[in-house]
């Protein structure tokens, strides 16, 4: 086999897997290896865009059903935002190991199409004010499989590249990924109050003001570009070899204490970005009256999501431990401070205070999501080159291979746990609401668990005699 530095031609293929890849070597990367990785991301993003297009759509249609004449009480809408998020969290467990056994082609094709299940089931069923509740319980469960995707998406995109350039691309895909639930946001309200669709996607309905609207379109409308992206995915994408791996080898992480770590601060950035993202809408509407949240909701996970590739870009650039340290800080502080804008004691609160604390958050999520998901491969790999310091240039190569599975694994898995967030934010809003009237017990809550990741982060990642600087 020649050496990926002197070899010129493109990397040898069966189909459309790759047998060689190594986006370490520097002149492999500049000849061969730049052009394939960019286009394996540019095609991942759409694909991780109309999941979480998918996997948030109830943020929109829980807002709208009680005007149709659907029957559900405040608790079961916000039971039905976050019940994506408990399902979406759950399918990302497995979805984390599925690429190295599928192929990232393969898998990415599998998971987008899998799609147009909930998205046609739900166009169908908002239709009939008589639909069961149960019925729309399964499936938001259903539109938890667009939540999945992104463990197995995150996975495939970080065989691809250098440890150098993993920040900005993990960034770009999640990002631009994350960018689908503020473009849903935005375009369900949109595309409800016209028949864009035709007479194929059904009629339209009657609000309890008056209004006609096709609430079906906010599901519907991403059929087309799920069998697009689906398409481009088989034919544009690549598997690759040396990413293979069986679901034991990859348990291996289940062992690593920093596996554990972070997961813990990576729930707390994506955690909450996914998990404001889905309850915002209605939190808006529960805390304000006369406001129409579709009117505001898609600026929270737009900023949120706009923000992650540049806190992957800062993190390559001042290190992942220190950018989500400070970051963690302003966390703490911009959800407190969202207590100052709430209704109080009869008293209506500040709209715009509460908006404007909100981006701030978000755009501090998504700072944390860029920053903590550049630490992950970085302790995999320097965990496992002290191991093989000393023993060998071959045990060197070995001992990278074996970081970058463990780590492509490490980053599916926490992203597993951290989109539990999606699932217990509206639930403890809802929650609250319920128990005392008001969201202050769930914002203290959070403002608590964001204060133990900065001391985490000191402990074990910033201070000068941590374990690992990254």
């Not at 209004?211 to 570009?225: G, K, R, S």
């Not at 069986?246 to 955690?271: C, E, N, P």
């Not at 319920?434 to 608590?448: E, I, K, N, P």
Request: aromatic residues 14%; positive net charge; charged residues 10%.
């Amino acid at each position: 086999m020649p050496h990926p530095a002197l070899d010129t031609s493109p990397p040898r293929t069966a189909r459309s897997t790759l047998l060689e890849w190594w986006p370490e070597d520097r002149e492999f990367w500049r000849r061969q290896g730049q052009a394939i990785a960019r286009r394996n991301l540019w095609i991942s993003i759409p694909a991780l865009l109309l999941a979480f297009a998918v996997w948030m759509i109830w943020s929109v249609v829980a807002v709208r059903l009680d005007s149709l004449g659907f029957k559900f009480s405040t608790d079961q809408l916000f039971w039905l935002t976050a019940l994506p998020g408990l399902s979406g969290a759950t399918a990302r467990i497995s979805y984390a190991f599925m690429v190295p056994v599928v192929g990232g082609r393969r898998w990415t094709v599998i998971s987008t199409a899998s799609l147009l299940l909930p998205t046609l089931w739900l166009g169908v069923a908002v239709q009939d004010p008589q639909t069961p509740y149960g019925v729309f319980v399964l499936i938001a469960l259903l539109c938890g499989l667009g939540g999945g995707n992104f463990a197995s998406s995150m996975a495939n995109i970080s065989f691809f590249f250098p440890k150098s350039q993993q920040g900005s691309a993990l960034g770009l895909n999640a990002g631009l990924g994350n960018l689908g639930v503020s473009v849903m946001q935005f375009l369900a309200p949109l595309v409800i109050t016209v028949g864009v669709l035709g007479p194929w996607a059904g009629g339209a309905q009657k609000t309890a003001s008056g209004q006609h609207i096709y609430l079906q379109n906010a599901a519907d409308v991403w059929v087309l570009p799920i069998i697009v992206v689906t398409l481009l995915a088989w034919f544009g994408m690549n598997d690759l070899a040396s990413a293979r791996a069986s679901f034991r080898d990859q348990m291996v992480i289940f062992k690593r204490k920093h596996q554990w770590i972070m997961s813990w601060l990576y729930t707390a950035t994506f955690g909450s970005f996914i998990g404001f993202s889905a309850g915002f809408p209605l939190l808006i509407k529960s805390q304000f009256s006369g406001i129409d949240p579709l009117h505001y909701a898609f600026l929270g996970p737009m900023v949120g999501a706009l923000a992650r590739p540049f806190g992957g870009w800062l993190a390559d650039h001042i290190g992942g431990a220190k950018l989500t340290f400070w970051n963690f800080i302003v966390m703490v502080l911009a959800t407190l401070s969202l207590l100052l804008f709430l209704p109080h004691a009869g008293q209506g609160g500040s709209f715009l205070g509460f908006f404007l604390v909100f981006m701030l958050l978000f755009i501090s999520t998504g700072i944390g999501n860029g920053s903590t998901f550049r630490m992950i491969p970085v302790i995999f790999r320097s965990e496992h080159e002290r191991r093989a310091a000393g023993a060998g240039s071959d045990a060197l190569q070995a001992a990278l291979l074996a970081a970058g599975k463990e780590s492509a694994a490490a980053l599916g898995f926490s992203s597993a746990v951290a989109a539990y967030g999606a699932f217990f934010i509206p639930r403890a809003f809802g929650l609250s609401l319920s128990l005392t009237g008001g969201v202050a017990a769930a914002l203290f809550v959070f403002s608590t668990y964001y204060l133990s990741c900065i001391l985490l982060t000191w402990w074990f990642y910033q201070r000068a005699q941590a374990e690992i600087h990254c």
